[in-house]
């Protein structure tokens, strides 16, 4: 089963490029640039990465991005995680970035996104992976943040092709980012965001009725209000599910209490997903084996999350047709 989990080729459609920075990249890249971190060994930033919760884990997240300085910086991050790309068998990916981790610090915007484009062209010269990109606002800031962020956006507009929302969850519902969200599909972004993952089902809810997400990302908790699971089925959105997320960041209590089946078999279009990989240890081959073991998934389970992967990225009908 690990075997023909691997050979698939697979698309992955929620990961954050600043949670696939590994510890090794950052000792290197936190040495050339003279930055101070709080750790002196791999064994120690190993150590540190135990959380009870979102927040636990995003103040270390953060406090990592915080390294990342120069166009080079941000380019090897990226190629790092295409390298993972290639050995996982990943021929799409949608990764999100989030500007305001690094304009907040005053990175400039262009930094960022120049180096992404450098990564995603060499990325797919290389190894031949297609990539899109994600812009995911952060809730914890207000919304007037993310509307700075969107007028940044607009010179680099045709390499981006969604924006997202991520952060602290609780006590930052979709509905804060109304307008912006307005603003940017008016752009041309296509709107996703993240929902459910700790908060409750109203923020799902929220998510796609005041949002109009086009995806919802995690949304485990949509499984406590069955009439929201039929809206979700009957409006045929997909959720990025998280399996090793959910279980680091304590969402989920045992693997072999994850969720995905029972998404699958409520007729939701589940997709698995890495999410934060270099923080969780566990890249998109190592969460398919982990509930394909836990779930007793069949290999007709695992093919069908594959191709909802496929069908419901944002890569172009020939792209997809080619995927399929
Ligand atoms: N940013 C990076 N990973 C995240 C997650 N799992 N949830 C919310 N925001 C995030
Ligand atoms: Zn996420």
């Known amino acids: 089963m690990q075997e023909f989990i691997a050979s698939l080729p697979k698309a992955e459609l929620h990961l954050h490029i600043e949670g696939s920075f590994e510890p090794e990249l950052m000792f290197d890249i936190a040495q050339r640039n003279q930055i101070e971190i709080p750790y002196k060994t791999i064994d120690e930033v190993k150590k540190a990465y135990q959380f009870s919760c979102l ?31 290639y050995e996982n068998n ?50 914890h800031l207000p919304e007037e943040s993310a509307f700075e962020t969107l007028k940044q956006s607009l010179p680099y507009k045709k390499w981006i092709t969604s924006v997202g929302l991520d952060s602290s969850e609780m006590g930052n519902p979709p509905s804060k980012f109304k307008d912006v969200f307005a603003a940017s599909v008016k752009e041309g972004y296509v709107p ?19 949002l109009k997400v ?42 072999t209490n994850h969720p995905l089946k029972k998404l699958l078999d409520k007729g939701i279009k589940a997709t698995v997903n890495s999410d934060d990989p270099a923080y969780f ?41 080619s995927y399929l």
Request: charged share 25%; aromatic share 10%.
């Open 90 to 139: 990943v021929i799409h990916t949608e990764i999100m970035f989030d500007p305001q981790t690094h304009t907040e610090r005053g990175i400039a915007f262009e930094t960022v996104i120049s180096a992404l484009q450098k990564a995603r062209l060499d990325a797919k010269e290389k190894w031949g992976i297609n990539s899109l990109f994600i812009m995911s606002y952060l809730r």
């Open 214 to 255: 086009a995806r919802i990302d995690h949304g485990n908790r949509c499984l406590e209000d069955d009439k929201l699971v039929n809206e979700i089925v009957k409006r045929d959105l997909a959720l990025t599910v998280c399996p090793l997320s959910n279980l680091e960041l304590r969402n989920t209590d045992v693997i």
């Open 55 to 85: 927040q636990d884990f995003l103040d270390i997240y953060y406090a990592g991005a915080g390294v990342l300085i120069h166009e080079k910086d941000f380019y090897d991050l990226a190629m790092a995680y295409y390298q993972k790309c």
């Open 281 to 321: 240890g566990s890249y998109i081959n190592a969460n398919f084996i982990a509930v394909q073991e836990a779930l007793d998934l069949s290999k007709e389970e695992i093919i069908t999350l594959v191709k909802n992967s496929f069908k419901h990225s944002f890569a172009t009908d020939e792209q997809k047709k």
């Open 192 to 210: 996703v965001a993240h929902a459910g993952e700790e908060g409750p089902s109203e923020y799902i809810w929220e998510a796609i009725d005041v």
